[in-house]
């Protein structure tokens, strides 16, 4: 199966390094520890505070990032820059995550958030909105700035964010279509790894720009699990090891 890589969505060559960014998902993540350690603060009486690291997350479907999921890296390309790249087929690749079960334009929702909207529903969740970013716009467009403001009137098929738990654990936040899907990133990558969903939905979740569609989909449980919890939010994930 075709890997990408978690920082920027772009498929990863033989080596395992991102074609784009030259590096690979090993030192991403090594990477976002190391600036998330950076960050904490030596306040241990605060009730759980976790601490919230930036990074940037775009991303489609795919590999092991949610984000990464998205594919977003190698759509957003100029032709010369992916000459030796080929951009998969969403409902070709999707299948390799589970069945689909619906395609939803994105016209054709009403869960559809503006800036402020998303902003405020996931700082009350408990997450950063310093770091809440979208990577298209309505038409499926790929954005140069995709910093979200808390006054936003502009709306985007998803919205990302990284959280870092009271566990050391960076989790990979993503809220489309109206729900909430959560993915621990791995320290380590071992023969048999599963990659792990939390929702607040029994299906998950994924964007694809070329048809500008949302796609529902029924995870196989084979090398992909979903588990379903009643909500979401940055305690519960502290919860979670």
Known sequence: ????????????????????????????????????????????????????????????????????????????????????????????????????????????????????????KLTKLGFDGDVITAAYDMEGKLLKDTAVSPEGTAKHPYYSLSYYSDKDIIWSITFINGSIIAQPMPKEINEGYKVIFYSDNSVLTFYDSKYNSFFEIKPDSSNYVLRQLDRINAEILDGIE
């Open 1 to 120: 199966m075709q890997k990408f890589c978690m920082k920027c969505g772009a498929l990863l060559n033989e080596n395992g390094k991102c074609s784009k960014c030259g590096i690979s998902n090993a030192d991403y993540l090594s990477q976002s520890q190391s600036k998330a350690q950076k960050k904490e603060t030596p306040q241990k009486h605060v009730h759980k505070k976790a601490v919230v690291i930036t990074v940037i997350s775009l991303l489609l479907v795919a590999g092991i990032v949610f984000g990464v999921l998205f594919l977003t890296g190698v759509f957003g390309k100029k032709k010369k820059d992916t000459d030796e790249l080929k951009r998969p087929d969403a409902k070709t690749y999707l299948k390799d995550y589970g069945t689909i079960l619906e395609e939803i334009p994105v016209g054709e929702t009403e869960s559809i958030y503006s800036e402020a909207q998303a902003y405020e």
